[in-house]
Structures are given as C-alpha cells and as structure tokens.
C-alpha cells in the first residue's frame, strides 16, 4: 500500500501539530509548529485545498516572528 505524497505531506503536518501540542518549551515549540506550518502549506498547494493553503501562509510569517522575538528577549537577558 503506497500513500499518495499529499496524503504523506498531510500526515507529517497531523503529527508535527500534535507534538507541538506536547512541547514544554517556546522555542521547540514555535519550531514545531514553522515545520507543520509548511508540510500544511505543501499539503495545500498539492491539494489544492486553498483554506489550508490559506490559513498555514498567515501562520507560518506568525511563528516565525514570534520565535525570533523569543529568541531575541532570550539574548537579552
């Protein structure tokens, strides 16, 4: 049984969201969600299922700048 790489980008996504759910850190956890930001965002675009596309794109400049905040206050301190 082959899995078509849309279906194998949507799992990888599913998988990577859960375990940022079971991060205790903000940093791997921002990290995290970047990785399941763009499996979701190749998942979409594969799919084409644009409201997944859609809402992954807004998300993924989120995580980023929020992860690089962290890691610049981190620096600071």
Excluded: C
């Amino acid at each position: 049984m082959r899995l078509p790489v849309e279906d194998l980008l949507g799992w990888m996504a599913s998988l990577l969201t859960l375990i940022t759910f079971a991060q205790t850190s903000m940093f791997s956890l921002r990290v995290t969600a970047i990785l399941a930001n763009v499996f979701f965002i190749a998942y979409g675009a594969m799919g084409h299922f644009l409201p997944v596309l859609t809402l992954h794109a807004i998300l993924l400049p989120l995580n980023a700048a929020r992860l690089v905040a962290h890691i610049t206050k981190s620096a600071v301190q």
